[in-house]
């Protein structure tokens, strides 16, 4: 069973910076893609970044130049860097795994429970 487990959310102040961080288990296969989305209260889940296993990654347009995400293919992690942060960053953080093989056969998108990351004014 792939499991997620999210650590580094809580309360920062506007202009401050946070690092979030996430370890899979239960797979011994390489996962093509990790990513952290978010959710903030009556929002859509909204895609903040992801990183392929070949080294790419990808930003939404709005934590370009202040997020940074980075993953560990050896030890299955994934972080989020987020500088600059604002308090339209206030959100619950999810980590994803997408298209993670658990067999030659099975492969599926797994979740974390998510972490909140406030952001005051």
């Known amino acids: 069973q792939v499991q997620l487990v999210e650590s580094g959310g809580g309360l920062v102040q506007a202009g401050g910076s946070l690092r979030l961080s996430c370890v899979v288990s239960g797979t011994r296969f390489s996962i093509p893609v990790l990513a952290w989305y978010r959710q903030a209260p009556e929002n859509q889940r909204e895609l903040v970044a992801t990183a392929y296993s070949g080294g790419s990654t990808n930003y939404a347009d709005s934590v370009k130049g202040r997020f940074i995400i980075s993953r560990d293919n050896a030890k299955n992690t994934v972080d989020l860097q987020m500088n600059n942060l604002k308090p339209e960053d206030t959100a619950v953080y999810y980590c994803?795994?997408?298209?993670?093989?658990?067999?030659?056969?099975?492969?599926?998108?797994?979740w974390g429970q998510g972490t909140q990351v406030t952001v005051s004014s």
């Open positions: 994803a795994a997408l298209g993670a093989y658990t067999s030659a056969f099975d492969q599926s998108d797994y």
